[in-house]
């Protein structure tokens, strides 16, 4: 893709604001969610001598205000607010039950200044950086063991302004991992919502190790030639929520994870009990959503509903090789609506990429009861790549109602299969012989319970002050 396309994509993100959610308990069961209103207690950040000019740090002002709120947490809690302004900031911490807001005319800035991001200890499921074996940076919104905190606004912005540190990246010049914009650890009863956040030095909102996140009403912007800057990543996570995004990225839109190799296998937390809803993506060179490759504690429980994807590499696809061990399984996707794409559907068991040669290559996953239906492509160059592990098959694949309309000169092999198993019904074009067509009709499952996530609702807040 040409870079004056690419910049029409890149633009066009601007013009499709939309929403999502990302929530997550850590069973069935029922999800309390403490925060009902925003905040009995407020502040504004210019209270703590913040300047909002575009230039002047004001990591300190983040610091000192969240220092100050956090000690109402007991007494309803706090919401610091952000006024318009453009507020330059490293690194800040957030704390339990708080609220950040943005006013629609914010915008907080990420500093350039690598000194304002302090490092931070690698993830115990990853064994290292992503980008490099040292450290890694921390986000520029970190928190980490809270309960009951809010990141919202009137669709105010977040600018990671990675482009810095994506030229560091593709130079080979950084000795630790790029920061990510939003990293939430070991927490629950978090939300995310109504914001636009964009250019993130790497991954964009990265909830790990965590219980009941929502993420909604998100717009999601990032070129899509920029290295590894994925939409929402829920990495080991259970009870997740995402609905109605709009993500443009140089990677995954969404890409769900649960550790890498030897590491994710000995911490072995999974993710599991995902709904996504209605998500729009363009990622030229990446997937809709993926799974995996990182999935070493576990993917299962995934159900992902009303799906458009436009200029997209691929729709719901499966990442993984012999060490990572653990599973995907149980994966559901029905109603997905796809415009110009290279593929629709794509699994690969090849994926490489391990931490260091200390994995385990007899740890293979498991892949089972992989299910798609109501399915409509067009302008597509290949319907499927599925590639399973010789000795390890994929198995249980169902694939039902689909119709896949092919570019004006499509490739003679529209389904490339190997070591795989399932079947197929009503699909156009006729699959390979590995998916072989079932004489009665066949209606691929999707769950019909609901999830707790799902009764969860989204804590909406308002400011009083005279400007919003």
Not at 6 to 12: E, P, S, T, Y
Not at 361 to 374: E, F, R, S, T, W
Request: glycine residues 8%.
């Amino acid at each position: 893709m040409s870079n004056v396309s690419g910049a029409i994509i890149f633009i066009l993100g601007f013009f499709f604001l939309r929403a999502a959610e990302c929530r997550t308990p850590a069973n069935r069961g029922t999800v309390k969610y403490s925060a009902l209103s925003c905040r009995k207690h407020s502040a504004l950040l210019t209270d703590f001598g913040a300047v909002g000019d575009g230039k002047t740090s004001n990591t300190k002002a983040f610091k000192a205000a969240i220092d100050h709120l956090s000690q109402s947490a007991s007494d309803g809690g706090a919401q610091l607010i952000v006024p318009p302004g453009k507020w330059l900031t490293g690194s800040f911490n957030l704390t339990s039950h708080f609220t950040l807001f943005l006013h629609k005319d914010a915008v907080i800035l990420a500093t350039q200044d690598e000194s304002e991001w302090p490092l931070v200890p690698v993830l115990p499921s990853y064994g290292r950086g992503r980008d490099a074996p040292g450290g890694r940076f921390s986000s520029l919104i970190f928190g980490t063991n809270l309960t009951d905190v809010v990141i919202t606004g009137n669709n105010g912005t977040i600018d990671g302004q990675g482009t810095s540190w994506w030229k560091k990246y593709k130079a080979g010049q950084l000795n630790e991992t790029r920061p990510y914009m939003i990293e939430i650890m070991y927490s629950n009863q978090i939300q995310i919502s109504n914001l636009t956040l964009v250019n993130s030095p790497s991954w964009f909102v990265h909830p790990i190790y965590s219980s009941n996140i929502t993420i909604q009403g998100l717009t999601i912007l990032a070129p899509i030639d920029s290295p590894n800057t994925d939409g929402i990543d829920p990495d080991s996570c259970s009870q997740t929520r995402i609905e109605d995004c709009f993500i443009v990225s140089g990677d995954d839109c969404i890409a769900v994870k649960s550790g890498w190799d030897q590491y994710g296998i000995k911490v072995g937390i999974p993710t599991e009990h995902l709904v996504i809803r209605r998500l729009t993506c363009i990622s030229p060179d990446s997937a809709t959503i993926a799974l995996g490759s990182e999935m070493s504690g576990g993917i299962r429980d995934v159900r992902a509903e009303d799906i458009t994807a436009l200029s997209t590499q691929s729709s719901v696809r499966i990442k993984t090789a012999q060490g990572r061990g653990a599973y995907v399984k149980d994966i559901f996707v029905r109603r997905m609506t796809l415009k110009t794409m290279k593929y629709v559907f794509w699994m690969t068991g090849s994926y490489g990429s391990h931490p260091d040669p200390s994995f385990d290559p007899k740890a293979l996953p498991l892949i089972q009861n992989i299910n798609y239906k109501q399915v409509e492509a067009e302008n597509v160059t290949y319907s499927a790549r599925l590639e399973g592990i010789p000795n390890d098959p994929f198995k249980g694949i169902c694939i039902s109602n689909v119709t896949i309309t092919l570019i004006e000169k499509p490739k003679k092999l529209q389904w490339n299969c190997t070591n795989i198993a399932g079947v197929t019904s009503n699909v156009t074009p006729k699959a390979c012989d590995l998916l072989p067509e079932k004489k009665e009709v066949v209606d691929c499952p999707f769950p019909e319970d609901r999830l707790a996530i799902e009764d969860v609702k989204l804590v909406t807040c308002s400011a009083s002050l005279p400007f919003f």
